[in-house]
């Protein structure tokens, strides 16, 4: 997976590059087919946004479904990982809907096999 960073005028946290890939990475355990992850990072200098001032979207593209998710946060970090989540929840419902559950019972078993 190939990951891509771009921020509009923000200094980033020194170690944010490695924690976005590990985080990012961990992803690949759904089994969704993506190819490109792009993280874009916004800040704010407006005082109005106070604890929200930075702002993180991560859109994902290849041969999967395109996945949009935004997190809002006092720094880069905090809005990165409130993003992160949304995408692993969505991620997580689509690896769940494409299992097959069987949903036979017992009895429905045994009278099949007798």
Do not use: C, W
């Not at 891509?4 to 200094?11: F, K, L, M, Q």
């Not at 976005?20 to 109005?48: C, K, Q, S, W």
């Not at 979207?57 to 946060?73: D, F, K, N, V």
């Amino acid at each position: 997976m190939k990951i891509i960073t771009h921020n509009h005028g923000v200094a980033l946290a020194s170690d944010f590059e490695e924690i976005a890939t590990e985080r990012i990475e961990r992803l690949e355990r759904f089994g969704i087919p993506i190819e490109r992850m792009y993280i874009d990072i916004r800040h704010e200098v407006n005082p109005h946004f106070g604890k929200h001032s930075h702002r993180v979207i991560l859109t994902s593209h290849g041969a999967g479904p395109l996945l949009r998710a935004e997190g809002s946060g006092f720094n880069d970090l905090a809005a990165f990982d409130e993003a992160a989540e949304a995408i692993e929840l969505q991620l997580r419902k689509r690896h769940e809907r494409s299992k097959d559950i069987d949903r036979t019972t017992l009895r429905k078993l045994r009278v099949k096999g007798a």
